[in-house]
């Protein structure tokens, strides 16, 4: 009866130990991913919006400038399919509405779906350069981790 209890006692601190050694590990990870995102930032126009936006991939393997790029386009991407849906609804109610308007908004409309288009054959370039440099498994990779990451700016 006593064995199972003494086994049990000098488990747990090498389960504290291992646990232990591995959220510093994530941590420095993440650390080292944020202070190259906020670095690359500084060198932006809007280097606040750019570390807000970027940050969600800190957790993320971004140690490179073509990384980094990826990631940035991703989210431009994605911000302008949102506002592609956003200015799409107003353009409907417009229509509906028979306001003179319309045509104005239809026109910017127009626009937002040509940088979708442009920003969505860069992502797709940007990745196309990577797989051809790198082993393509690791972009892969990386691509599955910022649609990932991109889940979490809907909360913004």
């Known amino acids: 009866m006593n064995r199972p209890s003494l086994s ?19 941590l420095a990870r993440h650390s080292r991913a944020q202070a190259y995102i906020e670095s690359s930032c500084t060198k932006t126009l809007y280097p606040s919006l750019c570390i807000q936006y970027l940050s969600v991939f800190a ?23 949102q506002t592609r849906t956003f200015v799409l609804k107003v353009a409907k109610e417009l ?3 028979k306001s003179k308007d319309y045509q104005a908004v239809k026109d910017c409309l127009d626009q937002i779906g040509d940088s979708v288009d442009r920003l969505s054959q860069s992502v797709r370039e940007l990745y196309r350069l990577g797989t051809s440099r790198c082993c393509g498994r690791g972009w892969r990779l990386l691509a599955h981790k910022q649609c990932r990451d991109l889940g979490k700016l809907r909360h913004d």
């Open 95 to 97: 229509k509906a509405m």
């Open 8 to 26: 049990i006692l000098l488990l747990l601190p090498s389960i504290f130990c291992i646990s232990g050694r591995v959220e510093p590990a994530r």
């Open 59 to 81: 957790n993320s393997t971004i140690e490179t400038p073509q990384q980094l790029a990826q990631a940035a386009l991703s989210v431009s991407l994605y911000r302008a399919l």
